[in-house]
């Protein structure tokens, strides 16, 4: 309970509780519903989540990644971010390499997968057609963005996937002007926000036309992880 408002203090667990329960957006809530009942046919017999996609990963990560929305037939399946498409295979296996999880492979919310000083979320919590949230749907999805980051309070490096995720972080962290958005730029940590550290998003489009690849995925995590140490150890 904060002494102050009387209201009860923030936390991880009331945070994902009001994502999983938020129903603010019309037009996301009767798509994320449809597409959890009309199911892709590789996927009939699975019971879709159809609901918004809270963060997932080590609540005291230093490293957070932040994504645009649950894909359709992937997170807002699956119920995990990032987790049952092409584009979370390849983070996760990157993550993995990286040393910052137990496991490869995201496969489920009960796979026993556990990142270590990562965390992983998406600027807009429900699955979005055309992975195309409205500027709207975006703005209503900020607050939980902002109580998010208030309780990672160890982030020191957000690795920004793809130009929306870049945006988001800005937004919230009243980074202005912006620098313009490229795979690996970085924009320093300062008093006030972590460091930025940008990346080409790992959708298909990017990864099987080779625009990214892994060695570059390689090389944006290990430039995210040597920032994190230059200010942890600083
Ligand atoms: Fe709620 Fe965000 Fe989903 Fe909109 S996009 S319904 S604000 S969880």
Redesign the pocket.
């Known amino acids: 309970m904060n002494e102050r408002t009387g209201q009860p203090s923030d936390s991880f667990e009331l945070l994902e509780s009001d994502?999983v329960n938020?129903?603010?957006?019309q037009r996301?809530?009767t798509w994320r519903e449809q597409v959890a009942v009309e199911k892709r046919a590789s996927y009939r017999d699975e019971e879709y989540w159809g609901r918004?996609v809270p963060g997932f990963g080590d609540r005291a990560a230093r490293i957070v990644f932040l994504g645009l929305a649950p894909a359709a037939h992937g997170a807002n399946r699956t119920g995990r971010v990032f987790t049952g498409d092409r584009s979370g295979d390849w983070l996760f296996r990157a993550l993995y390499r990286a040393g910052l999880s137990n496991q490869a492979e995201s496969l489920s919310r009960n796979d026993g997968l556990e990142l270590l000083d990562a965390w992983v979320l998406a600027a807009?919590?429900?699955a979005p057609p055309a992975n195309k949230?409205t500027t709207q749907?975006r703005d209503?999805?900020e607050t939980?963005l902002h109580r998010e980051f208030s309780l990672l309070t160890n982030c020191s490096v957000v690795v920004c996937l793809g130009a929306f995720g870049y945006q988001a972080a800005c937004r919230h962290f009243g980074i202005s002007p912006r620098p313009a958005f490229g795979h690996g730029v970085v924009v320093p940590a300062s008093d006030s926000h972590p460091a930025l550290v940008c990346s080409f998003h790992p959708s298909q489009q990017n990864t099987f036309t080779g625009r990214l690849t892994e060695q570059m995925f390689d090389e944006v995590i290990e430039k995210a992880t040597s920032i994190a140490d230059s200010l942890t150890f600083s």
């Open positions: 994502i938020c129903r603010s957006c996301l809530v918004p807009v919590r429900c949230p749907e209503a999805c939980f």
